[in-house]
């Protein structure tokens, strides 16, 4: 007998589809391990757009923590 696991349905399946290109690319950034300050330097941004391109993001994977971003940002190969 063998089990298999399956990971329930969720909206988080097809990220890449619910994401805007500036909030991939802030992603993209903050998964490489850079600040808010860098990532905001880098995108020619302030540092409270770079928070609300991440907040979105939490929003609309329903995700919480930097680390679930990250992985997030591997599994789409950001």
């Not at 500036?22 to 993209?28: F, G, K, M, N, S």
């Not at 860098?38 to 329903?62: E, F, P």
């Amino acid at each position: 007998m063998s089990l298999t696991l399956v990971a329930p349905h969720t909206e988080a399946e097809a990220p890449a589809a619910v994401l805007a290109p500036r909030e991939q690319e802030a992603l993209r950034h903050i998964a490489a391990g850079r600040t808010y300050v860098q990532t905001a330097r880098s995108m020619g941004l302030s540092k409270h757009t770079v928070d609300a391109y991440l907040r979105r993001i939490r929003a609309k994977l329903n995700i919480n923590t930097t680390a679930e971003m990250t992985r997030l940002a591997i599994s789409m190969g950001l």
